[in-house]
C-alpha cells in the first residue's frame, strides 16, 4: 500500500489496517509476507491460497503491486458478480479478464458455467492461461473486444490493469485482434448468454455508442463498469432502449446492473 508523501499519520494507519483486515478474509496467514511486498523471486510467477476459492491458488506476478490490487479487488470487494442467481449451467462471458481471478470466481461460484474470457494485453493473458488452463468448459482469449473486427492497438506501458485502445501509432503499441460481441457469439455458437461482466477500461463508450448492438437480446444479465460519470448516465440510456432495466449498484458508482426485461430471446 502506497501513500503521498503529505498523508496524515493516522490515515496511513487506518489504511495499513484496513489492508492487514482485507488480507485476513482472503489468504492464510503465512502467504502475508510475500503479499505485502513486492517479491524478487527467481520464479516468473507465486501461488497465493485464496479463502474464497475452497483454499485453491491463483498465481501472480511475484513482482506486480498491480497483480495484488486485482488479487484484493476481485475476491474482497466483488464487483464483478451477479446480483441475482443465475441457472444451473449459465454461459457467462468476462470481457477484459485481466489475469483471470474473475474467470476463477466465476467457476468457483459456478462450477457447472461455460465461461469465455478475453483479455487484450498478451502478458496478462499468459497468466489468465495459468490460471484458468484446468478448468473445464472454461477457456480465455487473447482478443480485445471492441466496436468492429480487425486489429486494434494499445499503449504498452500503461497500468498492467488499465489499457486502453487508441488508433494511433505512437512508440510502444502493441497490437491485437479486436472483435464485437455479435461476433463472440455467432463464432461460438452461442444463442443466449447468462451473464456478462464487462470492465475494458473506456473501450466500453466505443462499442455502446457506435457498435452494432443486436447481440444485446441474447444477453439476460449484465455487469458494465463505466469509467467517466458522463457515460454513467449515457450507458444507462442506452441499455433501457435496448429492452433493458439498469442501476447503478450501491457499492461502486462506476458500475451499471443490467436486466433484459425481455428474456428469454425470441428464437
Request: include cysteine.
Amino acid at each position: 500500500m502506497k501513500f503521498s508523501p503529505g498523508t496524515p499519520f493516522y490515515s496511513r494507519i487506518a489504511g495499513y489496517a484496513y489492508e492487514f483486515y482485507m488480507l485476513t478474509r482472503l489468504l492464510p496467514a503465512s502467504e502475508f509476507g510475500n503479499f505485502y511486498k513486492a517479491v524478487k523471486s527467481d520464479e516468473e510467477l507465486l501461488p497465493f491460497n485464496i479463502k474464497k476459492l475452497g483454499g485453491e491458488p491463483v498465481w501472480l506476478r511475484a513482482d506486480s503491486e498491480i497483480d495484488r490490487s486485482v488479487l484484493k479487488y476481485v475476491f474482497y470487494h466483488q464487483y464483478h458478480l451477479p446480483w441475482k442467481p443465475l441457472a444451473a449451467r449459465p454461459v457467462i462471458l468476462d470481457i477484459g479478464t485481466n489475469i483471470g481471478l474473475t474467470v476463477r470466481h466465476f467457476k468457483h461460484l459456478y462450477p457447472e458455467a461455460k465461461v469465455l474470457g478475453f483479455e487484450m494485453d498478451a502478458h496478462n493473458f499468459l497468466v489468465a492461461q495459468k490460471n484458468t488452463a484446468h478448468l473445464p468448459d472454461c477457456k480465455v482469449y487473447n482478443q480485445a473486444v471492441w466496436k468492429e473486427n480487425g486489429f486494434i492497438q494499445y499503449d504498452a506501458e500503461a497500468d498492467a490493469d488499465a489499457f486502453s485502445i487508441h488508433s494511433g501509432s505512437q512508440q510502444e503499441m502493441r497490437q491485437v485482434e479486436a472483435v464485437t460481441v455479435g461476433e463472440i457469439l455467432e463464432s461460438h455458437s452461442l444463442t443466449q448468454v447468462d451473464f456478462m461482466k464487462m470492465d475494458i477500461e473506456g473501450a466500453e463508450e466505443e462499442i455502446f455508442r457506435a457498435g452494432d448492438l443486436s447481440w444485446l437480446s441474447k444477453v439476460r444479465y449484465i455487469n458494465l463498469e463505466v469509467h467517466t460519470e458522463t457515460f454513467q448516465k449515457e450507458g444507462m440510456e442506452i441499455l433501457e432502449k435496448h429492452g433493458f432495466y439498469c442501476r447503478a449498484a450501491k457499492s461502486h458508482w462506476g458500475t451499471i446492473l443490467a436486466e433484459n426485461r425481455n428474456w428469454p430471446p425470441e428464437r
